[in-house]
């Protein structure tokens, strides 16, 4: 039985960190959703991909996002029998759970942090960031009240 575990938080939470060490603990390949944001303003993009081509049954991968030229880069093909960690700002919505759930075992996690420590770790990893801050903090929020997001099985506090 294949299992799936999607990590979901805002930026700097913690969700990269987390989902390295549930890797380590368990020999799951983790997948980022920052290899395929497709750019600074495609949050709910990206969220929408995790079902139609990370979650696929039959042809599971993505498009990677080349952030330098900022435009698509190449498609990067996942294991249809394999199970993944599936982290990122968008990863736990209702339809992206159920594609998890339709291929085999989902567990769900949203880690959680104080606004300023978010902001200092996500700047501390990449300096760049600082001038999208706003414009990625504002698609969180609207992400974080939309209907997509969901409550997730177990929140963590980093």
């Known amino acids: 039985m294949r299992r ?3 990590i979901d938080g805002p930026s700097g939470s913690g969700k990269t ?8 603990e368990t020999g799951l390949t983790v ?22 081509d990370v979650l696929h049954p039959s042809r599971p991968g993505f498009r990677r996002w ?8 190449e498609w990067v093909a996942l294991d249809p ?14 339809r992206n759970i159920a594609a998890a759930r339709a291929l085999g075992d989902v567990r769900t996690f949203r ?15 990449d300096p760049g960031f600082a001038r999208w801050w706003q414009v990625w ?21 980093s």
Do not use: C
Not at 43 to 50: E, I, P
Not at 81 to 94: F, M, N, R
Not at 115 to 120: I, M, N
């Open 31 to 52: 997948v980022h959703l920052d290899d395929f944001y497709p750019g600074w303003y495609g949050l709910l993009a990206a969220s929408k991909m995790v079902a139609e």
């Open 4 to 6: 799936f575990v999607l």
């Open 66 to 73: 080349d952030w330098e030229k900022n435009e698509p880069g």
């Open 137 to 157: 903090a504002e698609q969180e929020d609207r992400y974080y009240a939309g209907p997509g997001a969901v409550e997730a099985d177990e929140v963590i506090r």
């Open 111 to 125: 880690i959680e942090a104080d606004a300023g420590e978010r902001k200092r770790r996500a700047l501390a990893r």
């Open 81 to 94: 029998d394999a199970s993944y960690i599936i982290e990122g700002v968008g990863a736990v919505t209702s």
């Open 17 to 24: 960190t987390f989902a390295g060490e549930l890797s380590r």
